[in-house]
């Protein structure tokens, strides 16, 4: 069974301190992603990477690093939080279908 | 700019009955297409993938895909409440890594 898992549910941050999202899958796929979604938005790509130590820049990059030092892993880094990355993060992995982890709920407050 | 289009809704349908969800998109090099189900609060779950023109069946759900429309749908029969979620058409195409997310269409199921 296909398994992409989240570090967290649940995060509540205040503002200026430094986040870091963790995702591992199970399934030896190549391709990974980070999506943010917010009500009315829908799901919009931060970053995605394709390979251990690439890195590709998505729709909305600005405010976000990731690293994939491992090809099962793929985390995203909020430097410096601010209010407006309230939002669930979410991520994906793909051989030709996504499969995406159960999220992360960011509060900033 | 690739694009996947979905009504919003809410779409409503009664207990039983089919509901119909639709989806068009931009690029016609896209040749993989899927449909997530989300429910509130959770992430996207894979229910389907077509890849072929024509009609991919899977329980009570069935695909349909026509490339020279550029149109996408899923159909969902026998309806039951607990279909009501949000369904996020997605396409795919050759090269690329990214999948083209819709922005979903809302179901509501009534009892």
């Known amino acids: 069974d296909v398994k992409v898992t989240q570090s967290s549910r649940y995060l509540v941050k205040r503002t200026g301190e430094k986040v870091f999202l963790e995702c591992v899958q199970d399934?030896?796929?190549?391709?990974m992603f980070w999506y943010r979604q917010d009500p009315g938005l829908g799901l919009r790509l931060i970053y995605f990477?394709?390979?251990?130590?690439?890195?590709e820049k998505g729709d909305i990059p600005e405010g976000y690093s990731v690293s994939r030092e491992k090809k099962e892993r793929f985390s995203l880094i909020l430097e410096s939080t601010s209010t407006n990355q309230t939002s669930m993060y979410l991520c994906?992995?793909?051989?030709?279908?996504?499969?995406f982890g159960p999220g992360t709920r960011l509060t900033v407050l | 700019q690739k694009e996947v289009e979905q009504n919003s809704g809410p779409l409503s349908v009664p207990e039983g009955a089919i509901a119909s969800l639709n989806c068009t998109y931009s690029?016609?090099?896209?040749?993989?297409f899927f449909w997530y189900r989300q429910y509130s609060g959770k992430s996207p779950e894979l229910i389907m993938s077509?890849?072929?023109?024509g009609d991919k069946e899977d329980g009570r759900f069935t695909a349909q895909l026509n490339k020279a429309s550029q149109y996408v749908s899923l159909l969902i029969r026998d309806s039951q409440p607990s279909d009501s979620a949000t369904y996020l058409c997605?396409?795919?195409?050759?090269?690329?890594?990214?999948?083209?997310f819709g922005a979903g269409t809302r179901l509501f199921v009534k009892a």
């Open positions: 997605a396409g795919g195409f050759t090269g690329g890594f990214k999948t083209i």
């Open positions: 399934m030896d796929h190549e391709n």
């Open positions: 990477s394709y390979d251990v130590k690439m890195k």
């Open positions: 994906a992995s793909s051989g030709y279908e996504q499969f």
């Open positions: 077509i890849y072929s023109n």
């Open positions: 690029d016609r090099g896209s040749q993989s």
